[in-house]
């Protein structure tokens, strides 16, 4: 089925707010596609949504990250950016500039900018074959969940690590190996589940702290990303100390 310039600049445009949304937030459902009811009519209109799980909680660095999203991802589709454009991210701009407003001056301001477009462009460069497998499902099916955008993101990234090497030793017999490493300091190099037991934090966590490049970590080929151990226990040993400090 073909799609038009703008329907996909829209969905790639969402698809940008709701991967990096769903590295912060829990995500209720995304869509493309509004439907408006006058009288005994329904008129379907081509307006791009996100809604967070009611509750949800977000910094204000998360939520300017966010809201920047959608534009740096609809300027890297395919098409790149359409005529409302500017209209779109200006409306994104005025919630970030409202958020910011009496926090920053505007020199400070424009800087800070900057520097989240960076970070948002970096996480989404790294992400982008999800990005590419949600704006598909939105243009295919209008709205997701954010059960169904996890599931196609988490399909991604399940079909990248089967071209990975695996253990000889199959399914549970190499995690317990694994964690038994882990616990006599045997495992010099991570991946981000070990990283997660081994922190007890979600895997969630590990991804928002790798896309915004707060945790150390390398990189192999472009999807791959795995831990030194030494360098883990490092950050965690200045984490706490930064803490200490405050």
């Not at 089925?1 to 329907?7: P, V």
């Not at 955008?149 to 990248?160: H, M, N, P, Q």
């Not at 690590?161 to 000889?168: D, E, V």
């Not at 399914?171 to 981000?192: D, F, H, R, Y």
């Amino acid at each position: 089925m073909r799609y038009g310039r703008q329907e996909v600049r829209t969905a790639y445009h969402e698809a940008g707010h709701a991967l990096v949304a769903m590295h912060t937030i829990q995500l209720s459902s995304v869509g493309i596609e509004r439907k408006i009811k006058r009288g005994d009519r329904i008129f379907r209109q081509q307006r791009g949504w996100i809604r967070p799980v009611r509750g949800s909680k977000v910094s204000l660095e998360e939520n300017v990250i966010i809201e920047l999203a959608g534009q740096v991802a609809e300027k890297m589709c395919p098409f790149g950016p359409g005529r409302d454009y500017y209209t779109a991210s200006m409306a994104d701009m005025n919630k970030v500039e409202a958020g910011l407003k009496g926090i920053l001056t505007d020199s400070e301001r424009g800087e800070y900018l900057d520097e989240c477009r960076k970070k948002v462009k970096r996480m989404l460069k790294h992400h982008w074959p999800e990005v590419k497998a949600l704006a598909k499902a939105l243009l295919n099916y209008k709205r997701l969940t954010g059960r169904q955008a996890e599931r196609i993101t988490g399909e991604v990234l399940e079909k990248d690590s089967r071209h990975l090497p695996r253990m000889r030793s199959g399914g549970k017999e190499a995690k317990a190996m694994s964690n038994q490493s882990l616990l006599e300091g045997k495992l010099e190099i991570m991946t981000p589940d070990e990283v997660a037991g081994f922190l007890r934090i979600s895997r969630r966590t590990i991804n928002h702290l790798v896309a915004t490049e707060a945790i150390p970590f390398v990189r192999i080929g472009k999807r791959v990303v795995r831990f030194k151990r030494q360098a883990i226990t490092k950050w965690l040993r200045e984490q706490n100390t930064h803490k200490k400090g405050r």
